[in-house]
């Protein structure tokens, strides 16, 4: 029996939201012509294509999507040189290419870091005097954007479903979100067989990004039973899918239930937000640009979980049933997390990846200096203080 709901205050008032039309399931991408039909019909006669490299080509999706808009009579730039932790100075680029052009939309094709990006080209589109720093340092605070349709290549970032977006400013290792009303996608498409090709590596970290999301997301200080509820149907799905996903990376009921399981995840922290697990790792792929993101958020969540128990053990204890039996403890919920993540052969530390104990003093500093990051601190269900988020970096090493 769990009494996650004694973690929650009654008298307080929570916002719940969900914005984007999803089209989700095997063949959703075709749903790229009745969007391009409603486009053109709309006068958007113009948009840029923002990818990475490879996977909007190797998956199949750029086939479907190029014929649709030469079909509705839309022309097209084709930015496709973002990078995982995309960067303010790749957005700029992106956004001059954009302007010159007459993009009056935008079209991410791939993970989070396309998604992110073109949200914030799609920004910058109505603000020619500003630049990707600015928008990361908070020194404007923008209120509209061009149309975004999102065709999302992986099942973890919920980018898809929400209003953050993520940068890095390489100059500062700055690694901040955005959240803006504006950059919810219109439309979304979440086809898993887009998502068949996903290496074994990135089908194991996106889908831990998923959990982390909920993780905080249903612990968070705002919140909303909401939340709680999609963080539980999260956690199973990943639990029994990822496993199958990795034992046959073709199985096509796999990445349909974990790509619905990031789908819910997004709507879940567009709900209740994030704090350590996310705060902490934007330093780590700020100062190493490679590092992967569900990676690094992935030896994080032990250490996290010890820390937050003692405020919302009911939660964790309901969210993480299906892949942690013995949570009596915060020590045991913190070892059972880790075992799971040994289970998906994810057993790394920080030490793993290059980072050493002199890096905790610079790595702490930047999860309180970089823009927003105070921001998610302030909503973790325990104080944050420098001294908690040094000793959560040091436990992961």
Known sequence: MFNWEKDLNVNEVKEIRTRTTVYFGCGAIQKINDIAKLYSERGIDKIVVMSGRNA?????????????????????????????????????????????????????????????????????????????????EFKFIPTDAVPIVAINLTH???????????????????????????????????????????????TRYVSIDAVNHVVEASTSVVASP??????????????????????????????????????????????????YTHALEH???????????????????PAVIRNIYSAKAETLKYILEPIVKDMSSADKAAQGVYEWLKSVDVPN???????????????????????????LLGIAPTKA???????IYKESL
């Not at 290792?173 to 067989?193: G, R």
């Open 349 to 375: 530390k920080l030490k793993d990846e290059g980072f050493t104990e002199s890096d905790v003093e610079k790595l702490t500093e930047l999860a309180f200096t970089t823009p927003s990051l105070d921001g």
């Open 56 to 136: 909007y080509k190797s998956t199949g999706a750029w086939d479907v999507v190029e014929k649709a808009l030469k079909d509705n009579n839309i022309g097209y730039i084709n930015y496709d040189k973002v990078t995982p932790n995309p960067t303010t100075d790749a957005i700029d680029e992106a956004t001059k290419m954009a302007r010159e052009f007459g993009a009056k939309a935008v079209v991410t094709i791939g993970g989070g870091s396309p998604t992110d990006a073109g949200k914030s080209v799609a920004i910058l589109l109505k603000y020619p005097n500003e630049t990707g720093s600015n928008l990361y």
């Open 226 to 275: 909401y939340a709680v509820t999609l963080a539980r149907e999260t956690v199973e799905l990943v639990g029994k899918y990822l496993p199958k996903a990795i034992a046959n990376p073709q199985d096509k009921e796999a990445r349909y239930y974990l790509c619905y399981a990031a789908m819910i995840a997004g709507v879940c922290f567009d709900n209740g937000l994030l704090h």
């Open 156 to 202: 973890g970032t919920g980018s898809e479903t929400n209003r953050f977006a993520v940068a890095t400013i390489l100059e500062k290792n700055y690694k901040p979100a955005i959240a803006y009303d504006c950059i919810y996608p219109e439309f979304a498409i979440d086809d898993p067989d887009l998502m068949i090709g996903l290496s074994p590596k990135q």
């Open 283 to 301: 330093p780590l792929s700020a100062m190493k640009p490679d590092f992967s993101h569900g990676l690094g958020l992935a030896i994080l969540l």
């Open 385 to 391: 203080t420098r001294e908690a988020v040094s000793a």
